[in-house]
């Protein structure tokens, strides 16, 4: 499965961006797709997670309420939607694929990785 993330850039903070996250290979929905970021000088942290078909959703504490994460079956494509952005979002944004149950573990093992994508806010 090859996961291509693309969507990042440059906003003020309140403002708002999406990200996507094209998937390809061999079924790539029988995984579900996540999001995770790396800011500098600071380890990945988990972001947000769905599954394909049942559509469950999994947010990080500090994205809830202001990042929604969705798919589109047809197009094999998860997106990440960002809202209320803050300067403490900036970082290099990744996509991954791997089982629903890996995402619901304290640290989960991706299966799959996309290149990154950076998102910068500015204050």
């Known amino acids: 499965v090859q996961l291509q993330a693309s969507g990042g850039g440059l906003v003020q903070a309140g403002g708002s961006l999406r990200l996507s996250c094209a998937a390809s290979?061999?079924?790539?929905?029988?995984?579900?797709m996540g999001w995770f970021r790396q800011a500098p000088g600071k380890e990945r942290e988990f972001v947000a997670a769905?599954?394909?078909?049942?559509?469950?959703?999994l947010y990080a504490d500090s994205v809830k309420g202001r990042f929604t994460i969705s798919r589109d079956d047809d197009k094999n494509t998860v997106y990440l939607q960002m809202n209320s952005l803050k300067p403490e979002d900036t970082a290099v944004y990744y996509c991954?694929?791997?089982?629903?149950?890996?995402?619901?573990?304290?640290?989960?093992?991706?299966?799959?990785w996309g290149q990154g994508t950076l998102v910068t806010v500015s204050s």
């Open positions: 290979g061999r079924n790539p929905s029988s995984y579900a």
């Open positions: 991954a694929a791997s089982t629903w149950s890996e995402f619901l573990q304290r640290n989960p093992v991706m299966i799959y």
């Open positions: 769905i599954k394909w078909g049942g559509g469950s959703t």
